[in-house]
């Protein structure tokens, strides 16, 4: 399978270079991101959701919510929500937060969502777009709310809405927030993504927050069939030439010169996670995503679930893979 992913990403970057606006937008993101939207995403339909509306690199900023549950609060959810929203605050022409829900998902669970987002200090004035999505007819259904709209904004992306690609729902790629990433598309369709500074997902830790709501839906995912089912953890940066590197991977390692306490307290985590797979402390972004990515593989293996079924899964059941953040071109590491 690894072979046949590195083989896509690269046919797919060679034809972006083709399109002449797909290869300015790769000239653009060389220089940086300036994403117009934070798009947060049930994991089942993140990548989805980029296609649904058309968006190409460097449009949004992601993070992730867990299908079938609430978005939680800040304090709650730092790594899958938090994080992301802080460093969101920095981008210079925000329009809004979209956030989608499966056509199916109880009105209460989008109810409480829309309070937690709006409890996060750094999303003050942001309006909030909240589609119902039919992913197979590729309908969306604008959701009314009192917590802050964009008209504006909300008709451009209705006038954008295709029917989005099949799931792949055998596949879970970890993979950066960064609007110039997008989760590689595999044989079998548009993959489910958890979409986190660094494509970092924290420790079991058995608390009411975030990593419970992970395990749930690992234990459902993972008591499907087992044979076909894999992850990837995708560490992006400069890794072909001269390009930018991770943001996040970047940021942890001087966390001290972050000012944002939610975004200080995350890429600190960041940081401590990935020190102890390093034989030499990290000197760029590239080796301390490396050894992330490791962390992140080490942190998967502590959910309850994934633990239950570890013994009947082949080795490479979790595989690492790095993505050049312009190109998107994938290589396997040497793990």
Request: aromatic fraction near 6%; proline fraction near 7%; charge should be negative.
């Amino acid at each position: 399978m690894i072979n046949k992913l590195v083989e896509m990403a690269e046919n797919l970057s060679k034809e972006r270079k083709k399109d002449p606006e797909l290869s300015a937008r790769m000239d653009i993101a060389a220089q940086g991101q300036a994403p117009r939207f934070l798009m947060i995403s049930p994991i089942r339909r993140s990548s989805q959701d980029l296609q649904l509306f058309k968006m190409k690199m460097g449009d949004v900023f992601h993070g992730t919510r867990v299908s079938n549950e609430p978005l939680l609060s800040p304090t709650q959810s730092p790594v899958l929500f938090a994080g992301p929203a802080s460093y969101n605050r920095e981008f210079p022409e925000k329009r809004g937060v979209i956030l989608t829900f499966d056509q199916d998902e109880p009105e209460e669970i989008i109810k409480k969502s829309l309070e937690n987002i709006s409890l996060h200090p750094d999303l003050g004035g942001l309006p909030i777009i909240v589609f119902r999505v039919d992913y197979e007819q590729g309908r969306v259904r604008i959701v009314a709310h009192g917590k802050g709209r964009n008209y504006e904004a909300e008709n451009w992306l209705l006038s954008r809405v295709i029917r989005p690609d099949p799931l792949d729902s055998n596949t879970l790629v970890l993979i950066c927030s960064d609007s110039r990433v997008h989760p590689p598309v595999t044989p079998q369709g548009l993959p489910m993504a958890i979409q986190t500074l660094g494509g970092y997902i924290p420790k079991y830790t058995g608390s009411d927050d975030e990593t419970l709501q992970l395990n749930t839906f690992f234990e459902k995912w993972l008591s499907r069939d087992r044979s076909t089912q894999n992850i990837l953890v995708v560490a992006h940066g400069n890794f072909e030439g001269e390009g930018p590197s991770c943001v996040a991977g970047e940021a942890s390692l001087k966390p001290d010169n972050i000012s944002n306490k939610i975004l200080h307290s995350v890429i600190t985590e960041l940081e401590n996670a990935a020190k102890p797979f390093e034989s030499i402390p990290a000197n760029t972004a590239e080796d301390r995503v490396k050894s992330l990515s490791f962390a992140i593989r080490n942190n998967l293996f502590t959910y309850p679930a994934v633990i239950a079924i570890a013994d009947s899964k082949s080795p490479d059941f979790v595989k690492i893979l790095l993505m050049d953040t312009v190109s998107n071109v994938l290589k396997p590491t040497d793990d």
